[in-house]
């Protein structure tokens, strides 16, 4: 059974970079049918951001990636956050000390600092040097004894290759030479993040590691430790990092790369999704629009790629636009609504809104901008703005039509789209007048401005009559 998970630390805000993380790793489980699991590792106390966990929680909730086990459902392998595991991982630590594969270590930082600078004059990079690998087991035991703090690292082989086969980036394999002891149990009791992460996965009974590529280089001393203690690896996918050009990775400090500003900025969350999943993988046809349901359907590690994906806000705008315009008219309404009162249109006919928005927004957050001419007319427009070759008009022939239309307006029983369609065109018909001719000079008069989202009928209603009337006589009086 394949066992997938996603194991975030709580350093901050859910990245665009994580949320694919999830996702893939998500969509995998999913796929083969098996099981998803979360994991939150806090083992880097200093690095703990709070609140970071809940944005973690509410993130993969509101994108439906509901995990099978993890902190709040348990499951039979927890706990699933580090620190209430912590008591778990030194018993291991210890079993490799007696099998001679890791080694108590008590040198000090100012000795470590020491070697350091050393080694830095003869111009080579430190490695721990196995000073304490040799200690005699009496002289280790008095100085336990004695309350000397110490860690402990494993013992890595000085030569020889330590390698693994990757789903994504083939076979890696580093020189034992250049591996460091690294640190698996701190001065504090703590294990550290590498050790913790590998007692994790195996004790977890994950088949599959998917992560990012940052981990590659560590992998091969994880493998290390999964052979010194015996154990199945799991197959590792480690995914290519998504940038901002090509030079760059999109990194955390690019600050505009995080899910739920992007919600802020009007994003719908599943257009983020349905572009965060093509971001490293394709599904090897030419679709490009795919349902939560749709993508576990689709999904394969022989779709993701081989090489960095380019993060381009226009195409997730442009998904975004697409997304917006296969929404219902009431479900346009409910994401609109906020913008709307922002705007201050909110108590306007929301169906007209609806219909003459819906097909040119691309985020929600255009809304406002948009539709700012219906709450308030800047009234210091230009006359200018009455000029339209296409309609036949300028100042004077959109006074004259002004004067012709006002009074009939004033008159009309009711103020409905259609009524004001009825009289409006009637007139121009009467008149022998292009349509555009009569409807540009009140549109104008209305907006005080050429370029709106719907036409002199629609504008006139969202208004009501006595707004219209008024900023059709206002228009009336500065071309007069
Ligand atoms: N906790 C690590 C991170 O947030 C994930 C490491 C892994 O998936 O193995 O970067």
């Not at 629609?458 to 071309?479: H, P």
Request: charged share 25%; aromatic share 10%; proline share 5%.
């Amino acid at each position: 059974m394949v066992r997938t998970r996603f194991a975030p630390s709580p350093t901050g805000y859910m990245h665009l970079g994580n949320l694919r993380s999830a996702l893939y790793t998500f969509l995998y489980a999913r796929h083969n049918g098996g099981r998803f699991i979360l994991r939150i590792e806090d083992t880097d106390q200093a690095r703990y951001v709070e609140g970071a966990t809940d944005v973690i929680y509410r993130t993969l909730k509101d994108i439906g990636m509901d995990w099978d086990e993890g902190p709040d459902v348990g499951g039979e392998f927890g706990p699933y956050v580090q620190s209430a595991r912590k008591d778990m991982y030194l018993p291991y630590a210890e079993q490799l000390v007696r099998e001679g594969k890791a080694y108590y270590c008590f040198c000090t930082k100012e000795e470590l600092d020491e070697r350091r600078e050393a080694a830095a004059a003869r111009g080579e990079t430190f490695k721990y040097d196995k000073h304490c690998l040799n200690m005699p087991k009496e002289e280790v035991e008095r100085r336990i004894a004695a309350g000397e703090p110490y860690v402990i690292r494993q013992n890595v082989p000085t030569e020889g290759e330590a390698g693994f086969d990757d789903v994504i980036y083939g076979h890696i394999t580093v020189d034992c030479a250049e591996l460091d002891d690294m640190i698996l149990i701190k001065a504090d009791g703590m294990p550290t993040y590498n050790f913790a992460n590998v007692i994790d996965d195996h004790t977890m009974g994950i088949t599959h590691v998917m992560r990012g590529n940052e981990y590659l280089a560590s992998t091969p001393k994880y493998n290390l430790l999964y052979d010194a203690f015996g154990w199945e690896k799991p197959t590792y996918i480690h995914m290519t990092p998504i940038m901002r050009d090509a030079q760059h990775k999109l990194s955390k400090r690019d600050g505009d790369a995080y899910y739920e500003d992007f919600l802020a900025k009007g994003y719908l969350k599943e257009a983020i999704v349905n572009y965060v999943a093509l971001l490293g993988w394709n599904p090897g046809d030419e679709r490009e629009f795919f349902t939560m349901d749709e993508l576990i359907a689709a999904f394969g590690v022989e779709g993701m790629s081989k090489s960095p994906a380019i993060f381009d806000v226009q195409k997730l705008t442009w998904m975004n636009a697409e997304y917006i315009r296969r929404l219902s008219p009431e479900a346009f309404t409910a994401h609109a609504l906020p913008y709307y009162e922002k705007a201050g249109v909110a108590k306007m006919d929301l169906s007209i809104l609806a219909r003459i928005l819906q097909q040119r927004t691309e985020v929600f957050t255009q809304l406002p901008d948009m539709v700012d001419f219906l709450a308030k007319l800047d009234e210091d427009y230009s006359v200018e703005l009455f000029t339209n070759k296409k309609s036949k008009t300028n100042p004077e022939v959109s006074k004259a039509v002004l004067e012709m239309v006002i009074p009939a307006l004033k008159a009309l029983p009711e103020w409905t789209e259609e009524a004001v369609h009825t009289l409006l065109l009637s007139m121009a018909a009467e008149q022998g007048m292009k349509n555009g001719t009569l409807l540009w000079p009140v549109r104008i008069a209305m907006a005080g401005r050429q370029v709106t989202p719907g036409g002199a009928i629609e504008i006139a209603v969202l208004l009501g009559r006595e707004e219209a009337l008024r900023r059709l006589e206002l228009g009336l009086k500065k071309l007069s």
